[in-house]
């Protein structure tokens, strides 16, 4: 069971990146699959998740999200994306994908609770700077 993450790079403020989340050994599908990121000195900030659902997906977004992030599934490629629009220097950090046990949600927003058997993988490098 892996996942390996890509699509980081080197931006500029107001452009907009799609990450990808490429999971081998198990179905995206019938697992929920999150994405956070660790800034230099930060802690890890959980920003979206994309839940096991027999139909269509259910999403979940950090409070912070505020619609410039948005989580999808290709089923069929088995992976993950997140988007990242009208990016800023703050975005700046290391992105990584969870395969988690499930979306952990407090008042319908996303928080980051990494559990001992949960698989990330090694993040993509994204830096924001003109």
């Known amino acids: 069971v892996q996942v390996m993450e890509s699509g980081g790079g080197f931006m500029k403020p107001g452009s907009s990146l799609r990450l990808s989340c490429a999971a081998s050994?198990?179905?995206?599908?019938?697992?929920?699959i999150g994405w956070f990121r660790q800034a230099p000195g930060q802690e890890r900030e959980g920003i979206a998740c994309?839940?096991?659902?027999?139909?269509?997906?259910?999403?979940y977004y950090a409070r912070f999200v505020k619609g410039r992030f948005t989580i999808s599934r290709d089923n069929a490629k088995n992976t993950v994306y997140l988007q990242i629009d009208t990016l800023k220097p703050d975005d700046t950090a290391v992105y990584y994908c969870?395969?988690?046990?499930?979306?952990?949600?407090?008042?319908?927003?996303?928080?980051?609770?990494?559990?001992?058997?949960?698989?990330w993988g090694q993040g993509t490098q994204v830096t924001v700077s003109s």
């Open positions: 994309i839940s096991n659902n027999d139909g269509p997906a259910t999403t």
């Open positions: 969870v395969r988690e046990e499930l979306c952990s949600v407090w008042g319908g927003n996303y928080f980051l609770d990494l559990r001992p058997d949960d698989v």
């Open positions: 050994g198990f179905r995206v599908e019938d697992s929920a």
